[in-house]
């Protein structure tokens, strides 16, 4: 793309966006295809269309290998990077076939990738650590493949500013829910609950916002090794509504030391993934604790987890009226009736109250994170990443 033709997509009054998300539960692509106008703070937002396209299992079981130190090779990343371009390029083709919009008529997908390793948390005995992050999604194949101006690889520049790359959509979630005359909390439960905290009346700079801890992570291994593979997550909280809660396991699960760090602070499958997962529950069956009762008390754990960091890094300092609840975990309600049952005197809502599709907001949130990067402009929050400073996200692929 000339620098003439990126003048003019800069220049347009509205856009039409693709943001793809595929996050740590690696269970498909999300595609949301919305008209943006304007950018900045007074950006409007238009969700024209929501589609998950789910992996196979084949994929998925990739992205797991390619996650782990032990079997994350260079050869299996290097592949899986073009492997994953080519399915991004496929969700953004299809989302825009289903609402009959020709890809000529896409302005830009912004794809926030597959994150394959993460280190927020550094190891202070080991000076040759960086912090640093890792997604992979060929984005250079998805602009080829669709012709459409991609943003990509968002978090790389808040870390080379300083931060911790995570959480990426909190100026997302000011845009959408914030200047509210009540305090806010935006809680996304995937496979890492992540909460932004949006003050009454608040802008931007007093955001409060960071990683909980797990999400549906544990819950979805748990499911799977409780069905031998049949399930890969506990649909509508079946598994656990079986089940009774373990007061001693959910003691020790929140003696986890992430959750006593103090903000900014990230974290995901290196904290919670599959080996957190797989050893707690070889734990679990030492303890002869029902499977049930098992996968009851961490679905617990994750509720416990968010209200625990409210009570910690918000509510000593301001009043949560509000909770928006949205992700994968606004499905099972057993989790969200944990949360209702922590969260005492709070209201707690459904993300799609607002129009907004539970599992759409993060594909949302970066389609208006790329759209500030064709803007020019930053798309970080320094006091929810910890950077010295705002600064534009992302890089740009031209299209054809």
């Given at each position: 793309?000339?620098?003439?033709?990126?003048?003019?997509?800069?220049?347009?009054?509205?856009?039409?966006?693709?943001?793809?998300?595929?996050?740590?539960?690696?269970?498909?692509?999300?595609?949301?295809?919305?008209?943006?106008?304007?950018?900045?703070?007074?950006?409007?937002?238009?969700?024209?269309?929501?589609?998950?396209?789910?992996?196979?299992?084949?994929?998925?079981?990739?992205?797991?290998?390619?996650?782990?130190?032990?079997?994350?090779?260079?050869?299996?990343?290097?592949?899986?990077?073009?492997?994953?371009?080519?399915?991004?390029?496929?969700?953004?083709?299809?989302?825009?076939?289903?609402?009959?919009?020709?890809?000529?008529?896409?302005?830009?997908?912004?794809?926030?990738?597959?994150?394959?390793?993460?280190?927020?948390?550094?190891?202070?005995?080991?000076?040759?650590?960086?912090?640093?992050?890792?997604?992979?999604?060929?984005?250079?194949?998805?602009?080829?493949?669709?012709?459409?101006?991609?943003?990509?690889?968002?978090?790389?520049?808040?870390?080379?500013?300083?931060?911790?790359?995570?959480?990426?959509?909190?100026?997302?979630?000011?845009?959408?829910?914030?200047?509210?005359?009540?305090?806010?909390?935006?809680?996304?439960?995937?496979?890492?609950?992540?909460?932004?905290?949006?003050?009454?009346?608040?802008?931007?700079?007093?955001?409060?916002?960071?990683?909980?801890?797990?999400?549906?992570?544990?819950?979805?291994?748990?499911?799977?090794?409780?069905?031998?593979?049949?399930?890969?997550?506990?649909?509508?909280?079946?598994?656990?509504?079986?089940?009774?809660?373990?007061?001693?396991?959910?003691?020790?699960?929140?003696?986890?030391?992430?959750?006593?760090?103090?903000?900014?602070?990230?974290?995901?499958?290196?904290?919670?993934?599959?080996?957190?997962?797989?050893?707690?529950?070889?734990?679990?069956?030492?303890?002869?604790?029902?499977?049930?009762?098992?996968?009851?008390?961490?679905?617990?754990?994750?509720?416990?987890?968010?209200?625990?960091?409210?009570?910690?890094?918000?509510?000593?300092?301001?009043?949560?009226?509000?909770?928006?609840?949205?992700?994968?975990?606004?499905?099972?309600?057993?989790?969200?009736?944990?949360?209702?049952?922590?969260?005492?005197?709070?209201?707690?809502?459904?993300?799609?109250?607002?129009?907004?599709?539970?599992?759409?907001?993060?594909?949302?949130?970066?389609?208006?994170?790329?759209?500030?990067?064709?803007?020019?402009?930053?798309?970080?929050?320094?006091?929810?990443?910890?950077?010295?400073?705002?600064?534009?996200?992302?890089k740009i692929i031209s299209g054809n």
């Amino acid at each position: 793309m000339s620098i003439d033709n990126l003048i003019r997509l800069k220049d347009k009054e509205s856009r039409n966006v693709i943001g793809l998300m595929s996050g740590t539960s690696c269970d498909g692509i999300d595609a949301c295809l919305v008209n943006i106008t304007g950018n900045g703070l007074s950006t409007r937002a238009d969700i024209i269309g929501f589609e998950t396209y789910p992996y196979e299992n084949e994929i998925r079981e990739s992205i797991f290998e390619a996650s782990c130190k032990e079997t994350g090779t260079v050869d299996k990343i290097c592949q899986l990077n073009f492997t994953l371009g080519k399915l991004f390029a496929d969700a953004a083709g299809q989302i825009a076939g289903k609402l009959s919009i020709p890809l000529s008529e896409i302005d830009i997908v912004g794809s926030h990738g597959q994150t394959i390793y993460h280190v927020s948390s550094l190891n202070e005995s080991n000076d040759n650590e960086v912090r640093s992050t890792l997604q992979i999604g060929e984005p250079s194949i998805i602009a080829q493949e669709t012709g459409v101006t991609t943003v990509s690889d968002f978090r790389t520049r808040d870390i080379a500013a300083g931060g911790e790359g995570a959480p990426m959509v909190p100026y997302a979630d000011f845009v959408l829910f914030g200047r509210d005359e009540i305090g806010r909390a935006i809680q996304n439960i995937g496979g890492i609950s992540n909460v932004t905290f949006l003050p009454a009346d608040g802008n931007i700079k007093e955001i409060i916002a960071f990683d909980n801890g797990p999400g549906n992570m544990i819950i979805d291994r748990f499911a799977e090794i409780i069905t031998n593979g049949k399930l890969k997550y506990d649909k509508n909280g079946e598994l656990a509504s079986r089940g009774k809660l373990n007061q001693d396991l959910l003691e020790r699960l929140c003696a986890h030391p992430y959750l006593s760090k103090l903000p900014p602070k990230s974290t995901g499958r290196e904290d919670f993934g599959i080996q957190f997962s797989d050893n707690l529950f070889k734990e679990s069956r030492q303890d002869n604790i029902d499977v049930h009762d098992a996968i009851a008390t961490i679905t617990a754990f994750t509720a416990k987890s968010i209200s625990d960091s409210y009570g910690k890094y918000i509510q000593l300092s301001h009043k949560i009226t509000e909770v928006v609840v949205s992700g994968g975990g606004v499905c099972n309600p057993v989790l969200l009736q944990f949360l209702k049952d922590y969260l005492v005197d709070i209201s707690i809502r459904k993300v799609d109250e607002f129009g907004i599709p539970s599992g759409a907001k993060e594909a949302l949130s970066f389609a208006i994170l790329a759209n500030e990067t064709v803007s020019g402009s930053p798309g970080n929050v320094p006091s929810a990443t910890g950077a010295k400073e705002s600064v534009v996200l992302g890089k740009i692929i031209s299209g054809n």
